[in-house]
């Protein structure tokens, strides 16, 4: 007889994930630190500077199904363990790079390794939680997001200390060693039973979708166009972040917040992974009792407000702090409602491959990173601004107005398809 998973196995599956996260976040969320160090020190300029994180999030996102294909095949040991290593070497290559291609290839490794990661603990919640996907990779998904804020301090110290090489070999190579070490702990489920439709009251698919399935539905190139969109915005504004505070002079200016008194730039950036990594859970668990398209909208819909008080007032340093966590609490959701919509409308099995996939999304909206640093640099910061609230006034409306009604029908049909209620799932 088949042996089953303990109960507590799931949690702590969970939990071993959520901090292999927290070690890639910096890759992410700590780069906007070293930007204006680089260019002080090389006078690469920013936009070319910032063709680095482009490169690193494409390289992240679109080998994420290459990597699946490997989980599914090796399980996630290997690849989180090769993951580990490749993070720790990007970071030596950028403490050593001298030239802008070396820059670029730092980034590259840095993608590989990151997105070893992160695709095989996401795609891993999703196969141990298939009743709680939202929470769980709310939960995964929060340690990316909030995995930077212990460590934002520490390095803008190490940088101003020590200067960015000392930084990026530093913690280079003790986030390294850390994912290696709790690569041996992860493992997928042996069996999972079917989901129980009744136990809440969001539509999910009888039926396990295939990759090559998934992507000739309509449904999954809305939830592709919608993710673009937002996580277009997210990441101007996370690569950006110092620029803009740099730029609205408000960025050493000292403010007071709950007994503490720092750098305007230091306590925002602080704040922002705080609220990214609690809002990655909060709306994964708000969708799994309202449904995700309409989370998605609240989401949305929030964090058009918040650029438009951070286009109105962010010169003002409090208003800054605020308007940017609020921001981001909002904008991290998208890590927890995709990944958790694509499992519910494409079943389990592929949970990984089919969840890697529509990450690759994220790839395709680094490529506007860049493209922001110039209309900044034509136009100023509130041209930037006015195109991240459209892009999220769009996707919002499209989560109410187009996915909802078609993710409705396409599981009706699906829901006409027999399958076998007595036996489990086996996950592959």
């Avoid at 962010?314 to 702090?321: A, C, H, L, Y």
């Avoid at 994220?362 to 506007?368: E, I, N, P, R």
């Avoid at 509130?382 to 078609?406: Q, R």
């Amino acid at each position: 007889m088949e042996r089953q998973d303990a109960p507590a196995a799931k949690w702590w599956q969970l939990a071993f994930g959520v901090l292999c996260m927290a070690m890639i976040a910096n890759l992410q969320y700590g780069w906007t630190l070293f930007v204006d160090p680089i260019d002080a020190q090389h006078h690469w300029g920013r936009a070319s500077i910032q063709l680095a994180f482009t490169v690193f999030v494409a390289t992240e996102t679109w080998l994420v199904p290459v990597e699946a294909w490997f989980v599914d095949n090796y399980g996630p040991k290997i690849v989180v363990a090769f993951g580990g290593v490749m993070i720790a070497l990007a970071w030596v290559i950028n403490a050593y790079a001298g030239s802008l291609p070396m820059l670029y290839l730092g980034a590259v490794v840095g993608g590989i390794g990151a997105g070893s990661v992160y695709g095989t603990c996401v795609g891993n919640a999703l196969k141990w939680f298939p009743d709680r996907r939202g929470l769980a990779a709310g939960a995964t998904a929060a340690g990316f997001g909030a995995g930077a804020a212990i460590t934002v301090v520490p390095i803008a110290k190490m940088i101003a200390s020590s200067g960015y090489q000392s930084a990026f070999l530093t913690f280079g190579l003790i986030q390294g060693a850390v994912v290696v070490f709790l690569s041996v702990f992860l493992r997928k489920p042996r069996s999972a039973a079917p989901v129980q439709r009744k136990r809440h009251n969001l539509p999910q698919s009888k039926v396990d979708r295939t990759p090559s399935e998934t992507v000739r539905t309509p449904v999954f190139w809305v939830m592709y166009a919608m993710f673009v969109m937002v996580a277009a915005g997210g990441l101007m504004a996370a690569a950006q972040i110092a620029p803009i505070a740099h730029d609205f002079h408000v960025a050493d200016v000292p403010v007071s917040m709950l007994g503490l008194t720092m750098a305007t730039l230091t306590l925002a950036i602080s704040l922002d992974r705080i609220f990214d990594g609690f809002g990655r859970p909060f709306f994964g668990w708000v969708s799994d009792q309202i449904g995700r398209e309409n989370t998605m909208f609240i989401a949305f819909s929030t964090a058009a407000v918040a650029v438009l008080l951070l286009l109105s007032y962010g010169t003002i340093p409090i208003v800054f702090v605020l308007a940017t966590a609020l921001y981001f609490g909002v904008f991290g959701e998208i890590y927890s409602l995709f990944p958790a919509t694509c499992g519910d409308t494409f079943g389990s099995k592929f949970a990984t491959s089919n969840a890697g996939l529509l990450y690759t999304a994220k790839g395709t909206a680094s490529f506007l990173v860049p493209f922001g640093s110039l209309v900044a640099a034509a136009y100023g910061w509130y041209a930037v601004f006015g195109i991240i609230v459209a892009l999220n006034l769009t996707a919002a409306a499209l989560a109410i107005f187009v996915l909802k009604p078609m993710r409705a029908r396409y599981l009706a049909l699906d829901a006409t398809v027999s399958v076998p209620k007595a036996e489990p799932i086996r996950i592959a």
